[in-house]
């Protein structure tokens, strides 16, 4: 694990940001990326600097090393995230698997409002997307590495991912990965995202514990 | 991903990690420069405790702009919402509620909206949406998709245009935009695709059953109602064939209001409906029964003398003279050789002489057309006897006496006679607009008799009365636009052009010359009957045209009517299929035996294109699926209705999410890469219908008007749409986009608004054929009124010269249910269909409701999965038991996808949907087909079915 100061909030925030770009859509370099191993790599490097034991089952960390052949990866992004009917199979967005969706949407833009941040951005995407979460863990997770090296008060920030991770991402994304298991998903993204699961959860039981809730 | 990304990405402990954003940016420009990771010091941030930090701030917004939404939800439409926006998302909507009263002695129409429309934003960003183009990689329907780019998918779909302009002709492309028309820039941009590229655009009235037979060939035409405040001087509602409680969410406050001022509401209905159980009087009526219901209603007025004699003589054909034995209008020829067809003759009563009808007006003067009687001509064909329409009729009345319809119609005597006199007494009696009669075989006459009902008791032109036909009307200037050659500068000179040495020949009235005009423009052939289509090309012929094997009183085979109407020009014969666009439409889903389609339809296409925002059913089975943007997320001008006379605006308050873009935009794409890849190509000409070549070179430039129209921004075209119209008292598109509707102030110059017959004023509620009944306009039939007698051949070969009633064949089998539907509260057409906050309301998934005796008889119980199936095929559905329900009666209402029930079955294979061959007569008057009118329906009410028990649903 790194401790140094803002290393830990550093590795999280470069793991979030590698998670968050392992789930666009796989066009030919990101297939490159994968198959070149850069992915897996600096994947498991932040993993292994925020907790070694993360990385462990390194066999099913194999599979991001596995882009399949011509467009099979494209063709499997489709069928689980993309598109079928009364929606894919595993769609992407938090607001569907629990609450009143534009709640969870509306909560969730006003968490990056609150932060400084717009959905503006390109390409777009709906403040309840996987990418956009993972994209706002990654700036919350950079500011307060940012802020421990300045020695400013890196609460809000942590406090943020808290209520973030248990609001958003960890709320949902363990039912995603049971709906992967159930519709036999391709390794490469049954592996991320069990991945990703076990990150949230153990990023998630450290929060809790260092910014403990107010009664 | 380029290497410089990943470089960017690439993890090392030791060289740090920068920041990187994608989806979110920094709200602070100067905070911008921490992008990239610059390693500038953190940016003040608020304090944050925890989540409800947030949750204070729910009632803040960055804008809200007025909204619409462009589905087909045709009686109740024309709905103005608040739509508020936060950081580039819709957050939620409200009504607006800001429309005026139309005077002050009736009620406003505040608030407009439904449940669906409240829950648009969930719905616009459901998990099914569709965010970028889409190519089948698998077998159709196999599911199997990747991502392609929009230039891709464009130029891919241009050469395929492009090659079968050229092989096949133009007309071999079609374009279904299901109910997705707009009065606005999706509009113009299909017309201008059509008419550029001479394609066919499907005509789908009578395939979904919304061409109102009865009413065009009783009117003449069926694009007519009063508004939905006219109730208000109602003392008698007629709720007869329909259920506004789930199809008029908006507008069924008025029928409440008019019963607090004393109007009577009158249900007939088999079920006690929604609609029902909050009227003053409900009369059930056996499925499919309601001509019966009427006609010995008819024979009551009729035998106790109650009809209004001097409406009957004035405004219908009923005193016009027929000869019994031919059954044939005596007409001019039938006196001298080349003598007119057209000129009919009644008895005078004052002067005791036969007399010519006026094909000018209604007005009789000083004569007095007598009803009844018999009276001796000479014509050339010697000395005949003749008789008013009224005297045949009233002999055919004989023959549904109450005691002996109620033998039909399960109505009991006393009512029948009972609700007649209601009827006659009433000081203005209405029947509630309703598109169910058409969806029967013999639809046409339970609507014929809906009118001969009214047209006896004279309501008709009072405030508060009529019966409402398909209500519409729109601005009048977007058709212009569509049709209008670039450059857009020259449109005002264009529309003088466009109107200039048209208008009504001398003996036509305005309808006449409107009408005349869509049967000269239906004549070139752009817009063909799905009906048809789907029969000749589709595969479905064993169904539309197995008419007599569920008919057997019909003399002759279905394909022989329709040859015979082929040949003669009454029905346009479809040209072949290669090429079908898909947007706004969803065949899949929508046409009555669509699993025939799968064999006899799909593989017959070279190319098959869905625009939706969704994946339907029809989406599925295309090769390309091309992602439409949501209402919110366009500016467009939607068509309204009289019901609530409203031109509504929707306004772009959001950008087109993720890939996805307008109609207009793919409309606009499509062409740019059309005229691309033929130039590339050097295949710039193919040869139009006529056989006449044109060129691909400029298509493009024509199309976008030279560039004075560009993709993402559609704005001129509703600029100018307003500029022309007519009868939106003079609004331009910036006053309507700030205010959200605007109030129509006339009819203007178009056909389907023409209809209405009746002037619109400021502070007047609208009634429907005050044209004919307070200026005596002629009406636009044959007879110049309206017609309750038909010598048409097809007609007198059937018996259906006067409006009968004949019993609902055993379309599917003989078996002992019968099994209707109707519009269902949670969902316009499939929008809502599979929306989790409208299932929530239901009972999560297709659902079929039956009475309580029939599903004991077969041990079902509430909640229970069964298989439903005749002769054609079987569907299984939960029941839900329910005791509103007629007994012998199951119910499924519209639009469920076939992939919501188990083995991706609807209940519409089990649907017949023959066609009755009476709906495809022509070569009389006004019996010919045009957009939305004259050709053969399909249908699905009373389809025989058994229900046979399976046990508990499914889990889950």
Known sequence: MRDSRGGLAEARSGAYRLFAEAMIYPDAGFKEWVQDGELVESLLGALSDISPALCEGSGSWDALRDAGVEDELEIEYTRLFEAGPKGPLCPLYGGLYGGIRMKVMEEAARFYNHFGLTLSGTPQELSDHLTTELEFMHYLAYREAEAQREGVDAGPYRRGQRDFIERHPGSWIPTLCIRLDEVEAAPFYAATLHGLRALLEWDSERLQREEPRSS | ?956
Not at chain 2, 112 to 125: A, P
Not at chain 2, 267 to 287: E, F, K, M, Q
Not at chain 2, 754 to 781: G, L, Q, R, Y
């Open chain 2, 1 to 956: 991903m380029s290497v410089t990304r990943r470089e960017f990405l690439r993890y090392s402990g030791l060289a740090g990690v920068s920041l990187s954003l994608g989806h979110l940016s920094v709200t602070d420009v100067s905070r911008a420069s921490a992008q990239g990771g610059s390693g500038l010091a953190p940016p003040p941030v608020a304090e944050f405790t925890s989540w409800k930090d947030l949750y204070r701030e729910r009632l803040t917004w960055d804008r809200v702009v007025k909204g619409t939404h462009q589905v087909n939800c045709w009686y109740q439409r024309g709905c103005t919402f608040n739509v508020f926006v936060k950081d580039g998302m819709v957050m939620r909507e409200e009504q607006a509620s800001t429309y005026p009263q139309t005077n002050s002695s009736v009620p406003d129409f505040n608030p407009r909206g439904c449940q669906k429309g409240c829950s648009y934003s969930d719905r616009m960003y459901d998990g099914s949406r569709l965010r970028h183009p889409l190519k089948r990689v698998g077998e159709r329907g196999e599911g199997k998709w990747k991502r392609v780019s929009w230039e891709e998918a464009m130029d891919d779909i241009a050469d395929h245009v492009i090659d079968t302009l050229r092989k096949d002709g133009p007309r071999s492309v079609y374009w279904d935009m299901g109910g997705g028309m707009t009065n606005g820039a999706a509009m113009v941009g299909l017309v201008r695709t059509i008419r550029l590229l001479d394609m066919t655009v499907l005509d789908i009235d009578s395939e979904v059953g919304d061409h109102h037979p009865g009413a065009a060939v009783t009117c003449g035409k069926i694009t007519f109602s009063s508004s939905a405040d006219d109730l208000f001087y109602s003392d008698l509602i007629l709720i007869w064939g329909g259920n506004p409680a789930y199809t008029q969410i908006p507008n069924a406050h008025f029928i409440n209001e008019a019963r607090y001022k004393g109007a009577q509401v009158v249900a007939i209905t088999p079920d006690l409906n929604a609609s029902g159980i909050h009227a003053d009087l409900w009369a059930p009526v056996n499925v499919g029964s309601d001509a019966a219901l009427g006609l010995a209603m008819c024979h009551v007025i009729v035998n106790e003398g109650l009809h209004d004699t001097d409406f009957v003589r004035e405004q219908t054909d009923l005193p016009f003279l027929v000869d019994p034995e031919t059954q044939r209008f005596l007409r001019g020829s039938d006196f001298e050789a080349g003598g007119a067809d057209d000129a009919f003759y009644f008895f005078d009563l004052e002067s005791q002489e036969i007399r010519e009808v006026s094909r000018t007006t209604l007005e009789l003067g000083d004569h007095r057309p007598a009803l009844e009687g018999r009276y001796e001509v000479e014509t050339l064909g010697g000395r005949r006897t003749v008789t008013p329409v009224f005297e045949l009729l009233r002999a055919h009345l004989a023959n549904y006496a109450p005691e002996a319809a109620a033998e039909i119609t399960g109505t009991p005597v006393k009512l029948i006679r009972s609700l007649a006199r209601k009827i006659a007494k009433a000081r203005s009696a209405t029947i509630l607009t309703q598109s169910n009669f058409s969806k029967f075989y013999h639809g046409l006459e339970m609507e014929r008799v809906q009118f001969l009902v009214m047209a006896l008791c004279g309501q008709f032109g009072k405030k508060g009365s009529g019966v409402n036909g398909f209500p519409m009307i729109a601005i009048d200037g977007n058709f212009p636009v569509g049709v209008a050659p670039p450059p857009m500068p020259d449109l005002g000179p264009f529309i003088v052009k466009l109107w200039k040495g048209m208008g009504p020949k001398e003996d036509e009235t305005e309808e006449m010359f409107y009408l005349r005009s869509m049967r000269e423009l239906h004549e070139s052939g752009n817009f063909i009957s799905s009906a048809l289509l789907f029969h000749v090309h589709g595969g479905l012929a064993p169904l539309t045209g197995a008419s007599r094997r569920w008919d057997p009183e019909l003399p002759r085979d279905t394909e022989e009517y329709l040859a015979e109407a082929f040949d003669k020009g009454w029905q346009l014969r479809p040209p072949v299929p290669k090429i079908f666009f898909s947007s706004g439409g969803n065949i899949l889903r929508r046409v009555r035996g669509y699993d025939r389609l799968h064999e006899g339809f799909l593989p017959k296409l070279d190319l098959m294109v869905t625009v939706d925002w969704h994946m339907s059913q029809t989406a599925l089975h295309s090769d390309y699926v091309l992602p439409a943007a949501g209402w919110y997320e366009r500016d467009d001008i939607v068509w309204a209705t009289p019901l609530a006379p409203f031109t509504q605006a929707t306004t772009k308050a959001v950008e087109p999410y993720a890939g996805s873009k307008t109609d207009w935009e793919i409309h606009y794409r499509l062409m740019e890469s059309i005229q691309k890849r033929a130039v590339a190509r050097k295949q710039v000409d193919f040869f139009d219908h006529a056989g006449d070549i044109r060129s691909l070179e400029n298509v493009f430039d024509d199309f976008s008007y030279r560039g004075f129209v560009s993709a993402d921004d559609p704005e001129p075209l509703l600029k100018a749409s307003l500029y022309i119209t007519s009868n939106l008292g003079g609004v331009t598109w910036e006053e309507l986009k700030e205010k959200g509707y605007a109030r129509h102030t006339g009819l203007g110059r178009s056909p389907m608004n023409i209809t209405n017959a009746t002037d619109i004023e400021e502070h007047e509620t609208i009634t429907a054929n005050t044209w004919h009944t307070d200026k005596k306009i002629v009406w636009p039939t044959l007879t110049r009124r309206m017609q309750f007698f038909i010598d048409q051949e097809f007609y007198l070969e059937l018996g259906e010269q006067l409006p009968i009633h004949k019993d609902n064949p055993a379309i599917g089998g003989d078996y002992p249910l019968q099994m209707t539907g109707g519009h269902t509260r949670w969902s316009i057409h499939g929008s809502w269909r599979d929306h989790k906050l409208m299932l929530d309301l239901q009972r999560g998934e297709p659902v079929m409701y039956m009475a309580r005796g029939d599903a004991a008889a077969r041990g079902v119980e509430d909640g229970e999965r069964v298989r439903v199936g005749n002769d054609l095929g079987d569907f299984e559905v939960i029941v839900k038991i329910s005791a509103a329900v007629h007994p012998g009666q199951v119910i499924v209402y519209h639009a469920w996808e076939p992939y919501q029930f188990p083995g991706k079955k609807s209940h519409q294979v089990t649907t017949g949907t023959p066609f009755n061959p009476i709906q495809m007569a022509g070569g009389y008057y006004h019996l010919q087909q045009f957009m939305t009118v004259g050709q053969p329906g399909m249908n699905d009410r009373g389809t025989r079915v058994e229900v046979t028990k399976l046990g508990a649903p499914r889990a889950g």
